[in-house]
């Protein structure tokens, strides 16, 4: 039963490139959340998806940045024209209901040059 | 207004000794969750343990425990018998059940360091 997959782990951009994070939750959840960490901090939410729905987006930036999580296909966290400060680990995590824990994929670490 | 707060930015631990993270909460919502992660070097997020509000008992997990003091409200892990491997990041994090997301709010952690 494999864990919360995310790819890439490691991204690498230039400033004003697109990044595509991608997330496959954990077998049977269908509650994904995306997390942002920059150095030195703890994780804050930034969207919250059930399959082909936006549940709550209040943590996503008001531009640049979108997500997605399709009826097939895993969930896609798309950030268009990257700039320096969007470089930071960024954390898939998935759940059975929201009741239930949630489980952390291993992250994506963006580096915008 | 901190819905986590975590104040020890950095503990420090003889292995086979116990260790407590320290780890208060706010909130206002009857009904809620608290988790702590654990973030080694290598940068996954691990869930280690979990405590529901109306939960009667302290939860334990192996060598964890979550001493939980809801009139405090706070919710401390308390690490017995700390390995070398134990030395990590480590973050409480809160879940309101009234909250659309039922997101995780996380604080900023807590560094441990467990030395031979």
């Known amino acids: 039963n494999a864990g919360v997959m995310q790819n890439p782990r490691h991204l690498v951009r230039r400033r004003g490139q697109e990044a595509r994070l991608r997330c496959s939750p954990m077998?049977?959840?269908?509650?994904v959340y995306w997390y942002r960490q920059l150095p030195e901090e703890g994780l804050k939410f930034m969207v919250y998806l059930q399959k082909e729905n936006i549940i709550d987006e209040s943590g996503m930036p008001k531009e640049r940045f979108s997500a997605e999580f399709p009826k097939e296909g895993p969930s896609i966290l798309r950030i268009q024209q990257v700039v320096r400060g969007d470089s930071a680990a960024y954390f898939c995590?998935?759940?059975?209901?929201?009741?239930?824990?949630?489980?952390f994929g291993q992250g994506t670490r963006l580096t915008v040059v | 207004a901190q819905k986590i707060t975590q104040t020890q930015p950095g503990m420090f631990v003889q292995e086979k000794e116990a260790v407590t993270l320290d780890c208060t909460y706010d909130?206002?919502?009857?009904?809620?969750?608290l988790f702590w992660y654990k973030q080694p070097s290598s940068g996954e997020m691990i869930f280690l343990i979990y405590?529901?509000?109306?939960?009667?008992q302290n939860a334990t997990e192996g060598r964890y425990s979550l001493n939980f003091q809801k009139a405090r409200k706070s919710a401390n892990l308390v690490i017995s018998a700390s390995q070398l491997g134990d030395s990590a990041m480590y973050f409480c994090?809160?879940?309101?059940?009234?909250?659309?997301?039922?997101?995780?709010?996380f604080g900023k952690g807590t560094t441990l360091s467990v030395s031979s």
């Open positions: 405590q529901g509000s109306y939960d009667q």
């Open positions: 909130t206002s919502d009857p009904s809620y969750g």
């Open positions: 995590a998935s759940s059975f209901s929201s009741a239930t824990e949630a489980f």
């Open positions: 994090a809160m879940r309101e059940a009234n909250q659309a997301g039922t997101a995780l709010i």
């Open positions: 077998k049977g959840h269908s509650h």
